[in-house]
């Protein structure tokens, strides 16, 4: 095996959610990611994670049009009046982007979290967020990297059964 190089061979999908699916394509990766909006266990293979990342970027892209019309109206229209821009009415057209915003927070913390978990890193460097400066840049970058085999450890999946430990070490039943 080659330096830097590891014998890890993604598959296509997985049949399951409890594991990443490789090679999404767009469409699947939107609804897999809205299908396991509140998971935080697992991976997200880097095809979801980037999918789903240009998904909300376009959806933010096109609702914060109206937005900027208003903004740019109401400038324009202050600008030969000589009063000032009323952003009531800019802060109301920016609603449906605070909804989607709402709507896309917990989709997009599980599948952030889940994609720096199959690059073998906890899901808690996202709070790199939160840092003042380049903090956010952080987990992006990670985010970037490829898959590490050692990820498989924040899967669910723990048997050939395709389900967790139970509580009293039966395996196959609900695992909580």
Known sequence: MPYGQ??????GDPGTLDLPWYGIGFGQAIKRAFQKYVRFDGRASRSEFWWFYLFNALVGFV????????????????ASNG????LGTV?????????????????????????????N????WWF???ACGIGGIVPLIMCIMDSNPEGQRFDRVQNAGGYG???????????Y
Request: aromatic letters at 10%; glycine letters at 8%.
């Open 6 to 11: 590891s014998s890890f061979k993604p598959v």
């Open 63 to 78: 609702l914060s049009i109206p937005s900027e019309i208003v903004n740019i109206s109401q400038s324009v229209s202050a």
């Open 83 to 86: 009063t000032t821009p009323h």
């Open 91 to 119: 802060y109301l057209a920016q609603i449906p982007v605070y909804i989607w915003t709402l709507a896309v927070l917990l989709p997009t913390l599980g599948i952030t979290w889940r994609r720096l978990h199959d690059t």
């Open 121 to 124: 890193r906890s899901g808690a």
């Open 128 to 130: 790199l967020n939160f």
């Open 165 to 175: 430990q139970a509580p009293g070490g039966y395996p196959g039943g609900p695992s």
